[in-house]
């Protein structure tokens, strides 16, 4: 996998959609599960996709998920949740970096593009808004990584969208 910033990947894939028509995959990374989103195919809109349980043993399992997701969706992507603190260092930034080169060391993905984006109040928002639905904590919380990873997924294109906007 290949880090890019910001901008510089919605670039690159707005180079290789003249081509192929790449997607993006919105990532929330928790300790126990990853929260999945997708991008449309014009890169606009972002959609909750689904939950992945994550362990240290099943990097091999959610790598062979991401494989089959960039297949038959078209991903040429990855836009990943990163807890940007100035102030300090978080666990929760370990969770990603260590999720990240994890995939990496799979050595599956060489050619997938990914960026960082800030992801600072996604679920905290997302929970603010379920909790009056008074969902099962299980349901809940699989609904809350979804759509914490769209959070995370809008937010980097409606700014990469704004930006390539006013270039032109």
């Known amino acids: 996998m290949r880090y890019l910033k910001p901008l510089k990947l919605y670039r690159e894939l707005l180079k290789s959609n003249e081509m192929k028509g790449g997607r993006l995959l919105g990532l929330d990374v928790g300790d126990k599960?990853?929260?999945?989103?997708?991008?449309?195919p014009y890169n606009k809109i972002a959609s909750p996709l689904s939950v992945l349980v994550r362990s240290k043993t099943n990097i091999d399992l959610i790598s062979s998920d991401f494989q089959k997701l960039i297949y038959g969706l078209s991903l040429s992507g990855l836009v990943v949740g990163?807890?940007?603190?100035?102030h300090q260092?978080?666990?929760n930034a370990m969770h990603v970096k260590l999720f990240i080169d994890d995939l990496n060391k799979t050595g599956k993905f060489d050619d997938l593009m990914y960026t960082f984006w800030d992801?600072?109040?996604?679920?905290?928002?997302?929970?603010?808004?379920l909790k009056p639905l008074a969902m099962h904590p299980v349901q809940q919380k699989t609904v809350s990584d979804k759509f914490a990873a769209v959070g995370i997924l809008q937010g980097f294109l409606d700014f990469a969208n704004r930006s390539e906007d006013q270039n032109q």
């Open 89 to 91: 260092s978080s666990p």
């Open 33 to 40: 599960y990853v929260g999945l989103s997708v991008s449309d």
């Open 82 to 86: 990163y807890p940007f603190d100035r």
């Open 119 to 129: 992801e600072c109040f996604t679920s905290k928002s997302v929970e603010f808004l």
